[in-house]
């Protein structure tokens, strides 16, 4: 397999050519539990299924709990199991980025994530989840100060937390860093500030009781109209908070997540990732903060290693659009969630590395009205030039509405630098434009799941040469226009 790196705000193969990665989430978010050591869904099977539908690229998430049940002791049985999945993946051509995963710190906190060793709550009691998963992060004391004491990097039998953790990533590198498959490794899922992150959820809440009232932008008589509504009241109104406004609200938290940024995570990302760097010089991912899903600026610096800034980072932004995993998703709205995005592009531009979207999606009612808004996500990343993995597999996930828009040609390695791609779902026609500086004996592949009608090089017919799910082209040095058909 190529090996793959950052080449400024792209990602490159060891051919000089411009990679795009079409992915999926398979994530564990289970703690230890002896004998049980099995990569849940990911055999053979599986990983050939996931070929079949175009996909190139697997977000692999595991928990600190899984991995360390003890200070200082590794699972290694699920270690192994790790490392026969990779190789599956490298059998089939597919490639995986490392995840350590954690949501409210840990299952003790209501979540998963971190061992319970390393959950110091001071004696603080962890109440029942009551509405909502996520509600921890917004008032859950318990959740706060696990993470508080992550951050001051408090010891347990003398050894600082972020110590344990940087030496669990330094052993799971050294275990599986070496695979071919293998491109990076996700230092951590959707870091939480702590304690400021209850702050954060308190301003956003005033921001927004303010908007409605106050701001020019929202139309009253609209929201009080759709309050009415007896099917999908809150989410009818939602639809009616544009971005402009949306994150006017969100505002207000900016230099609470600025200061978490710079002066917290930003840190503990260069400390892990020095560890990382004594045994592996793939691609270290680096996510934002929880709050900057909702389009909070993310402040962090780019990795350095021994003070250095490190050659081969990539940002993994997360977004959603607030009628993520509910009845009213099919309400997402386009402009929203785009903003959001268009927030982490400037991101992008600020830290100047590639992006692979780390999580994004996730799925609606048993209809196809939210498709469109899934459509329209795709759309941004083919205009930004946006790797992605999807949220997330779940059982059935190959046969669910989603593969409607989901299963799509792509390019998936470049001659020379992309133009532009798209993929038109209605004439199932892909185009992709590129520029090819040297004449190359490298191919340009696009991936593809469907079977391929026609191809056009530069306006003139080409023959068709596809095998696994890949259609192969030749260029020489120039501008290059090319035309799929798939049926």
Not at 70 to 85: G, S, T
Not at 249 to 276: C, H, M, W
Not at 393 to 416: S, T
Request: aromatic share 14%; proline share 5%.
């Amino acid at each position: 397999m190529d090996k793959i790196r950052a080449f400024r705000q792209i990602l490159v193969d060891d051919k000089g050519r411009e990679r795009i990665f079409h992915g999926v989430n398979f994530c564990d978010k289970s703690d230890y539990t002896p004998g049980e050591q099995i990569v849940p869904d990911l055999d053979e099977a599986m990983i050939q299924k996931i070929a079949a539908n175009g996909v190139n690229l697997i977000r692999l998430g595991f928990t600190w709990a899984k991995l360390e049940p003890k200070p200082n002791e590794y699972n290694n049985a699920y270690i192994d199991a790790l490392e026969k999945v990779l190789d599956l993946f490298e059998k089939y051509n597919i490639y995986a980025f490392l995840d350590m995963h954690q949501d409210l710190y840990s299952s003790v906190t209501n979540s998963d994530g971190a061992p319970e060793w390393a959950v110091l709550l001071d004696g603080v009691k962890v109440k029942p989840t009551r509405f909502v998963w996520a509600e921890g992060y917004f008032w859950g004391k318990a959740c706060h100060t696990a993470f508080d004491n992550f951050w001051a990097n408090r010891k347990v039998n003398g050894k600082g937390l972020q110590d344990y953790y940087a030496d669990c990533w330094s052993y799971v590198v050294k275990k599986l860093g070496n695979k071919p498959a293998v491109i990076g490794f996700d230092v951590m899922n959707e870091p939480f500030p702590g304690t400021p992150g209850g702050k954060v959820f308190k301003k956003i809440v005033v921001g927004a009781i303010k908007t409605v009232l106050f701001d020019k932008d929202v139309k009253k008589t609209d929201l009080i109209k759709e309050l009415f509504d007896k099917e999908d009241p809150i989410g009818k109104v939602l639809t009616h908070i544009e971005y402009p406004p949306f994150r006017r609200i969100t505002k207000s938290a900016d230099e609470l997540i600025r200061n978490f940024d710079t002066q917290v995570y930003g840190p503990f990302v260069s400390k892990v990732a020095t560890k990382i760097r004594e045994d592996s010089d793939k691609l270290i991912f680096m996510e934002n903060c929880y709050y900057s899903n909702l389009g909070i600026p993310f402040s962090a610096p780019p990795i350095t290693v021994n003070g250095k800034r490190d050659d081969n980072q990539i940002f993994a932004p997360h977004a959603y659009d607030l009628m993520v995993d509910t009845a009213s998703y099919k309400l997402a709205h386009n402009g929203r969630v785009g903003g959001i995005f268009a927030e982490h592009k400037r991101s992008q531009e600020r830290l100047g590395v590639p992006v692979i979207v780390g999580e994004w999606g996730s799925f609606g009612d048993e209809t196809d009205d939210w498709l469109p808004h899934i459509q329209h996500l795709f759309e941004v990343f083919e205009g930004y030039k946006w790797s992605h993995t999807y949220w997330a597999y779940i059982p059935g996930f190959f046969e669910n509405r989603l593969m409607k828009v989901f299963r799509r040609p792509y390019p998936k390695a470049v001659a020379g630098s992309i133009d532009n791609y798209h993929y038109d779902l209605v004439t199932k026609t892909f185009t992709l434009n590129f520029t090819q500086e040297s004449d190359s004996c490298s191919e340009t592949i696009i991936g593809t799941p469907f079977d391929v009608l026609s191809v056009t090089v530069d306006g003139t017919d080409y023959p068709i040469d596809c095998k696994n799910y890949e259609l192969f082209i030749s260029t020489t040095a120039g501008k290059h226009s090319v035309t799929v058909k798939v049926k």
